[in-house]
C-alpha cells in the first residue's frame, strides 16, 4: 500500500501539482485527472505554437527570401485616435480608449484595429512615437460629431500598393521582423510612400493564445 501510494504521489507530480492539491487529490475517492490532462494537453499545444513561431522567426533571419508579398491595401473608413510620443507597449490602453468612445458613438467597427507610425522617416517606431489607432468603421457616420474628445477623428484611407508581411506571434517579437524588412528595403532602394501600419487580423479580442495572433505589417509603396 505505502508502494502504491509513492506511485499515485509520483504519478500527480507529473502534472505539477502542489503537495495541498496531492493530499486532496489522494484524499479524495476517486483519483480523477481530468482536469489535470486537459490542462497538460493546453500546454503542449502552447508548446507546439511557441516551436513554430521559433521556426519562422528563424526563416526570417536565416534567409532573405521572407513571405514578403505585393498587394494593394484599403479602401478604409476609419474612426481614429491620434497619440503624441506614445509607446507601443500601451497600445492595448490607446486602443480600449478608442473601443470605448466608439462604443459610446454607436459606431459599427470590425474586430480588427491598425496602428500607424507617424514619424517623419515612414518607419516602425516603439518608443516615443506619434501614433495613430484606428477602427475601422462599417460606414462613414450620416450625423457630424462635432465634440469629439481631443485627438480624436474620422478619416478616409485610400486603396493604395503595398508591401506587406503576415506575422503570426506574440507583438513583442514584431520588431525582429521589421528589421529585416527595413533591411530588404533599403538594400533594393524601395521607396516608401506614406507611414507604416499594422492591421491585427487575428488579436486579443478574437484570439485565446498570443502564438495565434496574426498582425499584417504593411509598407505602402510608391
Known sequence: EQSLLVFRIKLLQQFNLSLREIKKKLNSRQLSLGKELKRLDEFIKQKQKGMELLKEINFI????????????????KLFCYRIEKGDYYQLDIYINELRKIAK????????????FYLESELKYKPKNSNL???????????VSFTNLP?????????QTKALTFNFRGPYNYLSLAYNKIDKYIEEEKIRIKSPVFEIYLKNPINTRSSYDYLTKIVYPIG
Open 61 to 76: 533571419f536565416a534567409s532573405n527570401k521572407f513571405n514578403l508579398k505585393k498587394e494593394t491595401a484599403g479602401p478604409y
Open 104 to 115: 459610446s458613438l454607436k459606431l459599427k467597427v470590425f474586430d480588427r484595429e491598425i496602428t
Open 132 to 142: 495613430e489607432v484606428a477602427l475601422i468603421i462599417f460606414e462613414q457616420p450620416k
Open 150 to 158: 481631443k485627438n480624436y477623428y474620422f478619416r478616409a484611407f485610400p
